[in-house]
């Protein structure tokens, strides 16, 4: 028995390695998969047939001759299926269909009012079947991030504080009501997966991809793989605690980054100062509620030359810098990628974030890490959730 899922186990990770190859290396023939992973003719033969049949890769153009007849070579089918992914922001459900690489072919949003599990359920539902009816793509799988902890055996959400969830069977629930494979993780984590196979860290070995919105988090990647933990919870960037005075989290303790740096605190900040009486151009339609005020509207005061969003910017860059320094000394990554709402005001917090981590940080690392921001902005999750579909089902699928 053991022989029999051993090689069941061997047979499953060697197609997921070929089709990874196939994946990052864009076309490539049989013989340089052979090369690449050190597989037999027959076994790559085997897995190849096996990818053909089930639609997911396709024989293109005719490579160049080693001496016989020109070999065919091999690409990821983008025409017959496509995946889904469902980003579970607590303010706001993003869902998008892409194909086999990434690229998104329809994406859908809703302001979301509330995270009951079965409200949620029945609005994921909603947009999946309109996405279904207008588009007519076969859906392989879908991806699901979480703003939480997922158990990496059980695939529950353990915790997960910006929704008020503990204990949910979140892929359960939306198996039976969408009837599609589905796959859960935390939204950090598939963020790097989406920046690792469609996004600013290609090819890139060792990273960090840090999400700003409600919540802060990161993805770790080590040596190409995810780390996640022993409980699943690495990479919580945003509780590291970089302001002793600063104020209350969600998570008990005080002056985490997310305090700071989320896109509801930015915004907090610069209501409180408002409140006080500072001058800025954004009092002019400012009515005295915190809803009136959004990040694309700071970003676009402070380039106007707005000296308070350019101060809460500035702000914000620095201790991002501060928290990133701490990453970079313990991790030594070659790239960290900072995504989602950091989109809207990169330009005005990027050289603040990177003169703070030339000063705090280990000179030797530091030099070797660049600070990029997402090429797939705020798709980023949306895209990983749908990378995590494609790349879960491979693994699992006879
Ligand atoms: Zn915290």
Same mark, same amino acid.
Request: hydrophobic share 40%; aromatic share 6%; glycine share 10%.
């Given at each position: 028995?053991?022989?029999?899922?051993?090689?069941?186990?061997?047979?499953?990770?060697?197609?997921?390695?070929?089709?990874?190859?196939?994946?990052?290396?864009?076309?490539?023939?049989?013989?340089?998969?052979?090369?690449?992973? &050190?597989?037999?003719?027959?076994?790559?033969?085997?897995?190849?047939?096996?990818?053909?049949?089930?639609?997911?890769?396709?024989?293109?153009?005719? &490579?160049?001759?080693?001496?016989?007849?020109?070999?065919?070579?091999?690409?990821?089918?983008?025409?017959?299926?496509?995946?889904?992914?469902?980003?579970l922001?607590p303010a706001?459900l993003?869902?998008?269909?892409?194909?086999?690489?990434?690229?998104?072919?329809?994406?859908?949003?809703k302001d979301l009012k509330g995270n009951d599990i079965e409200y949620l359920v029945e609005e994921i539902k909603t947009?999946?079947?309109?996405?279904?009816?207008?588009?007519?793509?076969?859906?392989?799988?879908?991806?699901?991030?979480i703003?939480?902890?997922?158990?990496?055996?059980?695939?529950?959400v353990?915790?997960a504080?910006n929704l008020g969830w503990k204990g949910v069977d979140i892929?359960?629930r939306l198996?039976?009501e969408?009837?599609?494979?589905?796959?859960?993780?935390?939204?950090?984590?598939?963020?790097?997966?989406?920046?690792?196979?469609?996004? %600013?860290?290609?090819?890139?070995?060792?990273?960090?991809?840090?999400?700003?919105?409600?919540?802060? &988090?990161?993805?770790?990647?080590?040596?190409?793989? !995810?780390?996640?933990?022993?409980?699943?919870?690495?990479?919580? !960037?945003?509780? !590291?605690?970089?302001?002793?005075?600063?104020?209350?989290? %969600?998570?008990?303790?005080?002056?985490?980054?997310?305090?700071?740096?989320?896109?509801?605190?930015?915004?907090?900040?610069?209501?409180?100062?408002?409140?006080?009486?500072?001058?800025?151009?954004?009092?002019?339609?400012?009515?005295?509620?915190?809803?009136?005020?959004?990040?694309?509207?700071?970003?676009?005061?402070?380039? %106007?030359?707005?000296?308070?969003?350019?101060?809460?910017?500035?702000?914000?860059?620095?201790?991002?810098?501060?928290?990133?320094?701490?990453?970079?000394?313990?991790?030594?990554?070659?790239?960290?990628?900072?995504?989602?709402?950091?989109?809207?005001?990169?330009?005005?917090?990027?050289?603040?974030?990177?003169?703070?981590?030339?000063?705090?940080?280990?000179?030797?690392?530091?030099?070797?890490?660049?600070?990029?921001?997402?090429?797939?902005?705020?798709?980023?999750?949306?895209?990983?959730?749908?990378?995590?579909?494609?790349?879960?089902?491979?693994?699992?699928?006879?």
């Amino acid at each position: 028995m053991n022989i029999v899922m051993n090689q069941q186990y061997l047979r499953v990770f060697n197609r997921y390695m070929v089709f990874g190859e196939i994946y990052k290396n864009r076309i490539m023939s049989r013989g340089d998969l052979q090369k690449k992973t &050190g597989l037999t003719p027959t076994a790559i033969s085997n897995i190849v047939n096996d990818l053909l049949e089930k639609r997911l890769i396709v024989e293109g153009e005719n &490579g160049k001759s080693t001496g016989g007849r020109r070999p065919k070579l091999l690409e990821v089918n983008v025409d017959d299926w496509s995946i889904l992914g469902i980003d579970l922001d607590p303010a706001r459900l993003s869902i998008g269909l892409m194909d086999l690489k990434g690229s998104l072919i329809d994406l859908r949003t809703k302001d979301l009012k509330g995270n009951d599990i079965e409200y949620l359920v029945e609005e994921i539902k909603t947009i999946v079947d309109s996405i279904k009816k207008d588009v007519d793509r076969k859906i392989l799988a879908a991806g699901v991030g979480i703003p939480g902890w997922v158990c990496p055996e059980t695939n529950i959400v353990t915790f997960a504080p910006n929704l008020g969830w503990k204990g949910v069977d979140i892929r359960t629930r939306l198996t039976e009501e969408l009837k599609l494979p589905i796959y859960v993780d935390n939204e950090a984590s598939v963020t790097a997966l989406g920046e690792s196979w469609a996004g %600013s860290a290609q090819n890139i070995r060792n990273f960090i991809a840090v999400n700003f919105r409600t919540g802060v &988090g990161s993805g770790i990647v080590i040596d190409s793989r !995810i780390y996640k933990g022993v409980t699943g919870s690495s990479g919580e !960037i945003g509780h !590291i605690p970089v302001d002793e005075d600063g104020s209350i989290c %969600s998570c008990g303790n005080y002056g985490c980054l997310e305090t700071i740096a989320s896109t509801p605190s930015i915004c907090r900040r610069l209501y409180s100062l408002l409140k006080k009486g500072m001058p800025s151009v954004i009092k002019d339609t400012f009515t005295g509620k915190l809803e009136d005020i959004n990040i694309s509207m700071i970003a676009e005061a402070a380039r %106007s030359g707005d000296a308070l969003s350019i101060e809460v910017l500035n702000q914000v860059g620095r201790y991002i810098g501060l928290a990133l320094s701490i990453a970079i000394n313990l991790l030594n990554p070659d790239v960290i990628v900072l995504g989602a709402d950091a989109v809207e005001y990169e330009d005005i917090i990027l050289s603040n974030v990177r003169e703070t981590i030339r000063s705090k940080a280990l000179f030797t690392p530091v030099k070797r890490c660049k600070v990029v921001i997402s090429s797939l902005g705020r798709a980023a999750p949306i895209v990983g959730a749908g990378i995590l579909g494609l790349q879960s089902h491979l693994t699992t699928m006879v």
